[in-house]
């Protein structure tokens, strides 16, 4: 596979659930990042991790939980979540010091909250 | 203050003609990267064109090109011979010189529909 991929690509839960998204990238990065996308209002940037380390926090509640074991992969574990999270969750990668640092994104998470 | 203020909610275009997408942008950096991006409904962000601050030259990529006026802080993307492909939501995003690991910031997005 190539690029970045994410995983499932739509989740429906209920707020009492505990659930994970899942972030891959193929691309030799050393960042990553999560976004939420709501209906009508910008892009938010959640997290960003720089070489596994946690960089960036966007004031983020806790029912939001990252996890970076690796370069390649990212995880945002989800638990007692409400309606208002529902959103697109994207994640990006990109390689610090370039350049040029452009963010490579994958497809989203469709997320609903019941 | 919004640091990238895209004014255009909705844009339509025939097939083959040429668009502008609107962008202006807010820093008081000297260094710093301007990107656009499409989303079609897929969801899927797609890297479109790079600017950079220093470059003396607007940035060209196929039928893209972005329009660069530094002095005016604006970046607007132009797409040529439009397709049907096109349709898709269109996001501009500013990434200034001391952000750590290309932290950007994007607008509110401009929605263009290409019409047959």
């Known amino acids: 596979e190539t690029g970045v991929t994410q995983t499932p690509r739509h989740l429906v839960m209920g707020m009492t659930n505990k659930k994970s998204l899942k972030c891959e990238q193929h691309l030799g990065h050393n960042a990553m990042y999560w976004y939420k996308q709501s209906a009508k209002k910008p892009l938010e940037l959640m997290f960003v991790y720089n070489f596994k380390e946690q960089t960036e926090n966007n004031s983020v509640p806790s029912r939001f939980s990252p996890e970076c074991p690796n370069s390649s992969h990212l995880f945002l574990h989800l638990h007692t979540l409400q309606p208002e999270d529902s959103a697109l969750y994207l994640c990006?990668?990109?390689?610090?010091?370039?350049?040029?640092?452009?963010?490579?994104f994958g497809p989203g998470t469709r997320l609903l909250v019941l | 203050a919004q640091k990238i203020t895209q004014t255009q909610p909705g844009m339509f275009v025939q097939e083959k003609e040429a668009v502008t997408l609107d962008c202006t942008y807010d820093?008081?950096?000297?260094?710093?990267?301007l990107f656009w991006y499409k989303q079609p409904s897929s969801g899927e962000m797609i890297f479109l064109i790079y600017?950079?601050?220093?470059?003396?030259q607007n940035a060209t990529e196929g039928r893209y090109s972005l329009n660069f006026q530094k002095a005016r802080k604006s970046a607007n993307l132009v797409i040529s011979a439009s397709q049907l492909g096109d349709s898709a939501m269109y996001f501009c995003?500013?990434?200034?010189?001391?952000?750590?690991?290309?932290?950007?910031?994007f607008g509110d997005g401009t929605t263009l529909t290409v019409k047959p």
């Open positions: 990006a990668s990109s390689q610090p010091g370039l350049a040029i640092e452009t963010q490579y």
């Open positions: 820093t008081s950096d000297q260094s710093y990267g």
């Open positions: 995003a500013m990434r200034e010189g001391n952000t750590n690991a290309g932290k950007s910031t």
């Open positions: 600017q950079g601050s220093y470059d003396e």
